[in-house]
């Protein structure tokens, strides 16, 4: 049985705004049970371990989802979230692909935490493919690939947009955008429409540009993973 390793971030702090932050309910709980449904294992973990900090924003009624409908009624679930991995704790060799959700908290920890940039890397040079939802896409931004380049260079991207960033009054606040960055990097990023499904692979990546496209990401990774 196939295992994946879902990374959250543990930042609860939305810069220095005094507002809370966290990970994306959606852009997890989606991924997570049609990865679960279809057979697969997964394991989580974050920076700190624990009970990753999940973004207010996204845990609302107007938010909701049937993924996310489904997490508030799945006790086992919210126990296992409660007790992910701390990070520095795990080795790839026991995971077949890595999967990061979304949200802002990402971006003021996950992108510049070294455990994190060595693992995505060490994935990499496995063969073994990493996917990233959303705001998640910014934890790429110091990851080399094997020819010492930025990972994204030359490969196709997306991610959460500029235009996504200024509908939800955040681009002033977020350390960097994380379009400018994926193409500051050499990726080749493409989008559609705001709050549109979209996702695109190429080679072992896969990226998604927002919490809607996380079931699209979820299953170009089980495809790729049964290629």
Not at 35 to 61: H, R, W, Y
Not at 170 to 197: A, C, H, R
Request: glycine letters at 8%.
């Amino acid at each position: 049985m196939k295992n994946i390793l879902f990374v959250l971030t543990s930042n609860d702090s939305l810069g220095s705004t005094g507002h809370k932050t966290g990970f994306w309910v959606e852009e997890f709980a989606a991924p997570y049970y049609i990865l679960k449904d279809k057979g697969f294992e997964v394991t989580l973990a974050s920076p700190k371990g624990g009970q990753p900090p999940i973004d207010p924003t996204s845990d609302t009624e107007d938010a909701a989802t049937e993924a996310t409908k489904r997490f508030k009624n799945d006790q086992a679930t919210q126990q296992i979230l409660a007790h992910t991995h701390k990070l520095n704790s795990i080795s790839v060799n026991d995971y077949d692909a890595v999967f990061y959700p979304g949200g802002h908290g990402v971006l003021w920890d996950l992108v510049e935490d070294k455990t994190s940039i060595a693992l995505i890397e060490n994935f990499n040079k496995l063969n073994k493919p990493q996917a990233f939802v959303c705001h998640a896409p910014a934890v790429l931004k110091h990851v080399k690939g094997r020819d010492g380049k930025a990972l994204v260079n030359a490969k196709k991207v997306t991610g959460f947009t500029n235009e996504e960033e200024a509908a939800v009054q955040l681009t002033e606040i977020v350390p960097f955008l994380l379009e400018d960055m994926l193409k500051e990097n050499g990726g080749v990023y493409s989008k559609i429409g705001d709050w549109q499904p979209y996702a695109v692979e190429d080679g072992l990546l896969i990226t998604g540009q927002n919490p809607a496209s996380s079931s699209l990401v979820a299953e170009k990774l089980i495809a790729k993973l049964n290629a």
